[in-house]
């Protein structure tokens, strides 16, 4: 079965006052609680200075959370210039060092084998050219370094939309306008497991392994040293 991208809906681009809104709405303190919570999970095992990628980091509260402990040294590059700025000033007033670029998932301005651990969080379905952006991830990931992309299950429920949302405890037209978003990305953007090992198969990591919980899946992509 092809993995040609279908057609999809187009969302107002990431910049000026939607970015800002979105970064409002992303800095809730129990989203913040669970960007701590996910950071130590994820870089639990690394050892010190090892390096660390967010791509597309948004507001930059992930890669902030990455930072916060001082043995890594974190990265987050986004193509939107408002973001950068956002997460760049997120991680000041936190007092933590993280380097934010702009920048193109699909040609990202590093070396090869120049990070640990790569991360990419609720932004895949959003790519153009997704298995590009995976051969990307691959060939600036360290050999034996992981991928872990969080995005967005296609298969999941409306009931399991509307819990994800309660669980954000926002307004109620911010809890709406949500709602109303995340429904409309997992339906028309969204990938299923099967659809992503599909993808995965044409590119360099060639297998990947997938979990899902509620509205999510987690995907990790392992470089092969040698």
Sequence with gaps: MSTTPRRRFQLPEMEGRMARWYARNRGSASQLAECRREAARL???????????EVAPGPGYHAVEMARSGRLQV??????????????????????????????VSAMPFGADAFDLIVCQAAFKNFKQPARALDEMHR???PGGTAVIQDMNNDASNA??????????????????????????????????????????QTAFRTCHVETAGIGLEVRLTKVAG
Excluded at 78 to 104: C, H, L, P, W, Y
């Design 160 to 201: 399991a939309i509307a819990e994800e949302v309660r669980a954000m405890k926002l307004s109620r037209f911010n809890g709406f306008m949500t709602r109303l978003i995340l429904s409309t990305l997992l339906r028309r953007r969204a990938y299923s497991p099967a659809r992503f090992e599909r993808l995965v198969a």
């Design 140 to 142: 600036v990931l360290r």
């Design 75 to 104: 990265t987050g590059l986004d193509i939107s210039r408002t973001m950068v700025e956002i997460a760049t000033e997120n991680a000041r007033q936190a007092g933590v060092d993280v380097v934010f670029r702009r920048g193109d």
């Design 43 to 53: 870089t639990a095992g690394l050892p010190d200075g090892a390096t660390a990628l």
